[in-house]
């Protein structure tokens, strides 16, 4: 079993910033790809950054400049720190890691429970 949790969500005015991390745990061979999705209200699910094993990146042309993602593979854990943070970032932020497990069935993607971003005056 493997699971994903997130933190670091809350309110924020806007220009502020925060900080999300998602720690990744259970029977974990090996995590690849890592990265934050996140879903507005009325709206589809959204790639917002994603790092590979080697710290590899790519944004989001919305957040690109403001966001920076990062990893720890000592701790399998992905970071998502959020500067200059406007109205429009408002939304439910998912963790998403592709890995292997210590059994072939335990490999796949996997998601976090998601947090809730609200950025507002």
């Known amino acids: 079993q493997v699971q994903l949790v997130e933190s670091g969500g809350g309110l924020v005015q806007p220009g502020g910033s925060l900080r999300l991390s998602c720690a990744a745990s259970?029977?974990?061979?090996?995590?690849?790809?890592m990265g934050w999705h996140r879903q507005a209200p009325g709206k589809q699910r959204e790639l917002v950054a994603r790092?590979?094993?080697?710290?590899?990146?790519n944004y989001a042309d919305s957040v690109k400049g403001r966001f920076t993602i990062s990893r720890d593979n000592a701790k399998n854990t992905v970071y998502l720190q959020m500067n200059s943070l406007k109205v429009e970032d408002t939304a439910v932020y998912y963790c998403?890691?592709?890995?292997?497990?210590?059994?072939?069935?335990?490999?796949?993607?996997?998601w976090g429970q998601g947090t809730q971003v609200t950025v507002s005056s």
């Open positions: 259970g029977s974990i061979f090996r995590l690849y790809n």
């Open positions: 790092i590979t094993f080697g710290g590899n990146t």
């Open positions: 998403n890691a592709a890995l292997s497990g210590t059994r072939p069935d335990y490999s796949g993607s996997y």
